[in-house]
Every structure is written in structure tokens, then in C-alpha cells.
């Protein structure tokens, strides 16, 4: 079955500083990625996703993913955070079985501190 | 399109009592899933639909029925509450290519 281990449950770091999120998965198999972000109290938005192609992928309010078959990593990373990226940030893996089923990790907390 | 909702947004239930939570969605998507929400777990699938009239237990289904009786809509129910399903849950909704589009969850306390 598949897993997704994020590596980092919470991650400080001051405003304007580059931040990486770290994310690991399990299976072998092409698998699709998404990195989706939840605000307190919200529900879950969509930063970015890898279906196929080029192993960088670039999604909103400044987001960016690199997708490394080799590693089993889809790692996300900002430049230059802000205050308002505060928030818990969810990796999660395609199962590539019945039911395009999502599997998600644990989640990492980003607290962005001025 | 007002995309994928769910109802209730709230509700308190005492050990025991039973109830049904509703997610609809509009935009004629095949694939409904039932996940929960819990601290320092992730989202984890309680049961899923990749069509009308059909479902399938996911990773955590005890304690829990679905049914999809209409495309457009997939009912979560509770026949005897417990506190251990005191969570926020998720409805989801698949287009092709495998993003998940997400209600705005409903958060249960059993007492």
C-alpha cells in the first residue's frame, strides 16, 4: 500500500527566509503528486500537482515542487515566505489502483514569524 | 458552479445517536470519497464512490455507512456515534487527472 512520509511535523522560520517542506512516498509505480495547503479553520486548496512531464512544478502564491523518481521525493520550497503562509501544508500520492484514492501524509506545520 | 458542499458545517451528537452528513457536488464528477481529519494524522479515507449506485470501503470505514443514490451526491452516516469519530470531516470530489476537489469539511463532536 502506499505511504507518505512528511518529514518535518512542524517547520519555524522568520519572514523572507527560503522554506522546504519535505515529502517522501513509497511506491516505485508513476504515481501522481499534489501538495495541497489547509489555513486554520478552511478547508484543503490545491498549491501544485505532478501528473507527468517536467520534474519541476510550479504552483500558486509562489510555491514550487521538484519531483525525483529516484529519490521518491516531491519536496515543496518558497524563495521568500510571508506571514500569510502560515499554515499546515499536506503532501499526498495518487493510488494508481481502483478508485484514484488519495493518500496523504501527516502534515507540517508552517509557522512563518516576523 | 458552488463546486463541492457539504451540511452540516457543525453538530454536537451524545454517545449513541445517530446522523447523516451530505456532500453534493456540481460538477458532474464520477469519483466521491469520505475522508477524516484528525491532529498529527493527515486526512485518512473512510469510504469512497466511483459512480452512482456504488462504494468502497477505505482505510478507516468501521463505525460508518455511505450510500450514493445520485451522481451528484454522497451521504456519510453514523448509526451509533462514539467519541473516537469526534473529527472534522472532508468530502471530495475527482475530475480527470486526478485532482481532488474539497468541500469545506463539517467538525463532529460526540460527547
Known amino acids: 500500500a502506499q505511504s507518505v512520509t512528511q518529514l518535518d511535523s512542524q517547520v519555524p522560520v522568520f519572514e523572507e527566509a527560503p522554506v522546504e517542506l519535505r515529502c517522501n512516498y513509497s511506491?516505485?509505480?508513476?504515481?501522481?503528486l499534489f501538495w495541497y495547503v489547509q489555513y486554520p479553520n478552511q478547508g484543503l486548496q490545491l498549491l501544485l500537482k505532478y501528473l507527468s512531464g517536467s520534474t519541476l512544478v510550479k504552483g500558486i502564491n509562489g510555491f514550487e515542487a521538484e519531483f525525483n523518481k529516484s529519490q521518491t521525493s516531491f519536496h515543496l520550497r518558497k524563495p521568500s515566505v510571508h506571514i500569510s503562509d502560515t499554515a499546515e501544508y499536506f503532501c499526498?500520492?495518487?493510488?494508481?489502483?481502483?478508485?484514484?484514492?488519495?493518500?496523504f501524509g501527516a502534515g507540517t506545520i508552517l509557522r512563518v514569524k516576523s | 458552479n458552488a463546486g463541492v458542499t457539504q451540511t452540516p458545517k457543525f453538530r454536537v451528537l451524545k454517545t449513541g445517536q445517530s446522523m447523516t452528513l451530505l456532500c453534493a457536488q456540481d460538477?458532474?464528477?464520477?469519483?466521491m470519497y469520505w475522508y477524516r481529519q484528525d491532529p498529527g494524522m493527515g486526512l485518512r479515507l473512510i469510504h469512497y464512490?466511483?459512480?452512482?449506485?456504488?462504494?468502497a470501503k477505505g482505510e478507516v470505514p468501521d463505525g460508518y455507512n455511505v450510500s450514493r443514490l445520485k451522481k451528484q451526491n454522497f451521504l456519510l452516516g453514523l448509526e451509533s456515534a462514539a467519541p473516537s469519530q469526534t473529527s472534522v470531516y472532508f468530502c471530495?470530489?475527482?475530475?480527470?487527472?486526478?485532482?481532488?476537489?474539497f468541500g469545506p469539511g463539517t467538525r463532529l463532536t460526540v460527547t
Open positions: 499526498a500520492v495518487s493510488d494508481p489502483g481502483y478508485g484514484n484514492k488519495l493518500v
Open positions: 464512490s466511483v459512480g452512482e449506485g456504488t462504494t
Open positions: 460538477m458532474n464528477h464520477e469519483y
Open positions: 471530495a470530489s475527482i475530475r480527470l487527472g486526478g485532482e481532488q476537489y
Open positions: 511506491s516505485s509505480v508513476s504515481v501522481y
